[in-house]
């Protein structure tokens, strides 16, 4: 993306990696705004992005890859559980927990997932990981999924199972 205005900062290296090609090359990234204005061959930098106040950093042969790295974010989950799609709870134990389903269970349609996310089971009395009988009891004709406080541990009912597509076999 080009621009003409001069850019906030210019990182220099012999080893940029913007995935035009498969090895890192010699080049430039111009930032501005908290923004990625240009990457490439800093012979190629467009002149407009160099201007009077534009610091120039070089990091010699430090790799450089501009763009989004996700540093195992958990986007998705973070903007879900904050919806009223779902609940965030950690409960008590497993009975609890599967208890907990009854208010979202109450305002969302009768075919719709039931979303959750928190629960911690080695924080449970008893301590222990759960599993989908608890949740085939409460709920044995809609699917539940309810992911664990680090969104690492999914906990699915026989319903959810099915519907993804996850049998023994898988």
Do not use: K
Not at 108 to 123: E, I, K, V
Request: charged share 20%.
């Amino acid at each position: 993306m080009a621009t003409s205005c001069p850019a906030d900062r210019i990182l220099v290296t012999t080893a940029l990696f913007t995935g035009a090609s498969d090895e890192p090359a010699p080049g430039a990234v111009a930032l501005g705004d908290d923004r990625i204005l240009w990457a490439g061959p800093l012979e190629a930098m467009p002149e407009a992005l160099r201007g009077d106040a534009t610091e120039v950093i070089d990091y010699g042969d430090a790799l450089i890859m501009p763009g989004f790295h996700d540093a195992h974010l958990h986007y998705f989950h973070s903007a879900l559980y904050l919806s009223p799609l779902a609940e965030r709870f950690v409960g008590e134990n497993e009975a609890d927990a599967v208890a907990r389903l009854a208010p979202l269970a109450a305002r969302r349609p009768a075919d719709s997932w039931l979303l959750t996310q928190g629960w911690r089971d080695y924080l449970w009395n008893p301590a222990g990981m759960p599993s989908r009988a608890s949740l085939d009891a409460a709920y044995p004709t809609r699917p539940v999924a309810m992911y664990s406080g680090d969104a690492h541990t999914l906990w699915l009912n026989s319903c959810a199972l099915e519907r993804l597509g996850i049998t023994e076999e898988s």
